[in-house]
């Protein structure tokens, strides 16, 4: 059962597109006070859902924001992430329900932080919708909400493919020096991602002809690979006369206002930019065809970034520091001056202030962006992929986005923002997989290897057994980090036979994960969630179910040679050594200490499952979908349901698109 209260007037979100009959009733579990809601909770209680955040898959024990923030140096203090996905469930004994906070303004969810039994919800807007749902069990509750939210975004098949990105291929050749190192090496690839470095100084919709003179030439070069170029595309648009993006929007006031009227002025990468107004219809409209310069290049996918919006500084800011900092020149920076000083200099950068300093044209009215603020990677995504539907009406164009809020998972998929190399983030990458499909984000990934900081060989294998299994699969990194293309691993047969097994996987993956997405329910499923009833199983958050069919345990941690695992039930392991299948062992019910090469992904296979393997390939064009091999713990006569389609028109549907597959 779903109830709609609305409290006030809220600006609609548009996160729910069919919304029920407001209910007239009193909320249940919470008590509300002011823009408070709470609620106790009782010791067994589970807490499940908030999307991309940082700690357990189980919530309980945290406080979180929901505040878009760029955030790379985050780890488990961290409080906000850069999405905001304000779906919650609360699992008990005498209770099972989720609560959308539907509300584009900051929300704090203090689940047991300041009071260990306490629930705080607090709200920064005085308006807003909530949705209540009452079901059985916590999966129930999941449909029940993603069929609320409507459909989750559907990027073409070869997205599935794995992924090379990095910021610094500064060049067309070098662009060419990463397919050839995977191509020469024989290792899979479908996409290279460009960062900022192919843009004329940093400017959205350019390209830097010097560096990439003959870039359409590249796009058609690499497609004959079968590579696709994935080109970024960043929130703020550069400030620079005779740029046409720049002069078109300040023609037609496209750009975000400051409170004096004039264009609001910020740094990114560019140096001085303006923000469009995203959440202004003509503006997001306008900025959403831009993207047509790049796909008449041949271009197929992007990916938006910087769309917290994140600020470096706001020119206003900047010009009162490089007043004020003068007079700590010649003074003692004593403990209390340092900090002053600190404090002047070290809070340029995302500003809470500068948030409440420009203005956004939202259907006529003017709203204060930091009313707003949840929304602006939300809207720029949506407009991108509404011109998108326009533009390629009859193919799906990848797309996926840093900032996001429940309602722009309709529209792309996100990766989860700038992760560091470290252990704990590969770990953090498996938790949060399943709460984001909870709140509708179903293509979504972890910078494999980690993005900032330098990577070892253990690790990035290691997260490339666990990246196999994550519907968007990229190997991504920071610029003056050490490089770590899979090419570049010692071990290329251990890299080339894991990412091979990605491929081997793929007609299970994108079965599993467009079932899930059509059916609304999970690709990713934490065990709590199959076994409801089994409290090791509840609280095993180390594994995952990924699909009806298999279970995953990767290693997380440095100089190990095998984990505990638990086995809620009866299973089958299956060791692959790479791609191939090397052992097949039922194991019982239990604990079992297993070992894990550094060459090896071990799988386990449900009782009564089939996992569908296909042929390694080089690319997703090259496979084939026919010939499968059927590995299984299942009796004579079970059978699997295989969904295919082309994989690349926006139509898609279960009806004509299932096989059943028999062992
Ligand atoms: C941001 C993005 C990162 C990208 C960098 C340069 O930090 O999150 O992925 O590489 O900007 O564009």
Redesign the pocket.
Same mark, same amino acid.
């Given at each position: 059962m779903i109830r709609r209260f609305v409290i006030g007037t809220p600006l609609d979100t548009e996160a729910v597109l069919h919304k029920p009959e407001v209910d007239q009733g009193v909320l249940p579990y919470f008590t509300i006070e002011g823009t408070t809601l709470g609620m106790k909770l009782a010791k067994e209680d589970v807490v499940y859902g908030l999307g991309e955040n940082v700690r357990g898959i189980n919530k309980r024990g945290w406080i979180y924001e929901s505040n878009c923030t760029d955030q790379?140096h985050h780890h488990e203090n961290t409080r906000s992430l850069y999405g905001a996905h304000n779906f919650f469930i609360v699992k008990g004994q005498e209770h099972c329900f989720g609560l959308f906070v539907d509300t584009p303004g900051r929300v704090i969810f203090d689940i047991g932080y300041n009071r260990v039994d306490d629930m705080k919800v607090t709200l920064e807007n005085e308006d807003y919708e909530l949705y209540l749902l009452e079901e059985d069990t916590p999966e129930a509750i999941v449909h029940a909400f993603r069929e609320l939210i409507g459909q989750s975004y559907v990027p073409p098949k070869w997205a599935f493919g794995f992924g090379q990105s990095r $910021?610094s291929y500064f060049t067309a050749e070098e662009v060419r020096e990463v397919a050839r190192g995977y191509r020469e090496n024989q290792i899979p690839l479908d996409m290279i991602y460009l960062?900022?470095d192919y843009m004329e100084r940093y400017k959205d919709f350019t390209i830097d002809r010097e560096a990439f003179p003959d870039f359409e030439e590249l796009v058609a070069e690499m497609k004959a690979q079968g590579i696709h170029l994935i080109p970024?595309i960043d929130g703020g648009v550069k400030v620079e006369e005779g740029y046409d993006v720049y002069e078109e929007g300040v023609k037609h006031h496209y750009f975000c206002k400051d409170v004096d009227g004039d264009d609001f002025t910020v740094g990114v $990468?560019p140096g001085k930019c303006h923000f469009p107004d995203m959440l202004n219809e003509e503006a997001g409209r306008w900025f959403g065809r831009k993207y047509k310069v790049l796909m008449d290049m041949g271009i197929e996918g992007f990916w938006n970034?910087?769309n917290e919006p994140a600020i470096f500084y706001s020119e206003k800011r900047l010009k009162k520091v490089f007043e004020k900092v003068g007079d700590f020149k010649d003074i003692n920076l004593d403990l209390k001056n340092f900090n002053a000083f600190q404090d002047l200099v070290g809070n340029v950068s995302n500003n809470p202030e500068d948030y409440k300093s420009f203005y956004h044209n939202y259907k006529g009215q003017k709203i204060r962006h930091d009313k707003v603020h949840n929304l602006f990677g939300y809207y720029m995504t949506r407009s991108a992929q509404e011109a998108f539907e326009e533009l390629e009406p009859e193919k799906r164009v990848l797309l996926f986005s840093?900032s996001s809020y429940i309602g722009m998972h309709r529209y792309g998929g996100i990766w989860m923002?700038?992760n560091k190399s470290w252990w704990s983030h590969l770990l953090m990458n498996l938790k949060m997989l399943p709460s984001l499909n909870m709140c509708g984000f179903m293509y979504t990934g972890a910078?494999v290897g980690g993005?900032l900081e330098d990577t070892t060989e253990d690790l990035l294998l290691r997260w490339m057994a666990l990246g196999i299994f994550m519907p968007l699969f990229r190997d991504?990194s920071?610029l003056n980090t050490r490089r770590q293309e899979a090419y570049v691993v010692e071990d290329k047969a251990a890299v080339r036979g894991i990412i091979s097994l990605r491929y081997r996987l793929l007609p299970y993956i994108y079965s599993e994960f467009m079932k899930a997405t059509l059916k609304n329910t999970m690709y990713a499923r934490p065990l709590g969630f199959v076994w409801p009833e089994d409290p090791e199983a509840v609280e095993t958050e180390d594994q995952l179910m990924i699909g009806e069919s298999i279970m995953i345990a990767p290693v997380y941690e440095q100089n190990k040679s095998g984990r505990t695992v638990y086995l809620p039930e009866e299973m089958k392991l299956l060791r692959f050594d790479g791609a191939v299948l090397a052992e097949e062992q039922v194991l019982a019910a239990g604990r079992h200490y297993i070992k894990v090469g550094m060459n090896e992904v071990v799988i386990f296979v449900r009782k009564g499952h089939i996992l569908p393997l296909a042929q390694p390939a080089q690319c997703v064009a090259e496979m084939d979908w026919q010939d499968l091999t059927l590995v299984h713990f299942a009796e004579e006569g079970t059978s699997y349901e295989l969904y295919d389609d082309d994989g690349i028109s926006r139509r898609v549907s279960l009806e004509g698109s299932l096989r059943t597959l028999t062992v």
């Open positions: 790379p $910021w960062d900022i970024i $990468w970034d910087m840093r923002g700038d910078d993005f991504h920071a």
